[in-house]
């Protein structure tokens, strides 16, 4: 059973930075594509940023320059490094792994921007 684990959210100022983590577990972490997703509450969930099991990235046109979306196979964690956090970046943030036809979602974790 393939469980995804988020962390690093929480509340930080405009300007800010915050690191996300997400920990896949009971299965090889390596096969699976990784991507970035968020969510505001009454809204659709949208794609932030995903990286290739080759380690090829890509990100929405409003993360560029701020996200990074990165992977370490040793941990089994793909993480999303984002710097200059502006009121709008304000939303719950999923992480999502997909290899083949499976797909496998993370429980997680809320980013709130606010001075």
């Known amino acids: 059973q393939v469980q995804l684990v988020e962390s690093g959210g929480g509340l930080v100022q405009p300007g800010g930075s915050l690191r996300l983590s997400c920990v896949l577990s009971g299965d090889a972490f390596s096969v699976y594509g990784m991507r970035w997703y968020r969510q505001v509450q009454g809204n659709q969930r949208e794609f932030v940023a995903g990286?290739?099991?080759?380690?090829?990235?890509n990100y929405t046109d409003s993360a560029k320059g701020r996200f990074t979306i990165s992977r370490d196979n040793a941990k089994n964690t793909v993480y999303l490094q984002m710097n200059n956090l502006k009121p709008e970046d304000t939303a719950g943030y999923y992480c999502?792994?997909?290899?083949?036809?499976?797909?496998?979602w993370g429980q997680g974790t809320q980013v709130t921007v606010s001075s």
């Open positions: 999502y792994a997909y290899w083949r036809s499976d797909g496998y």
């Open positions: 990286i290739t099991r080759g380690g090829i990235t």
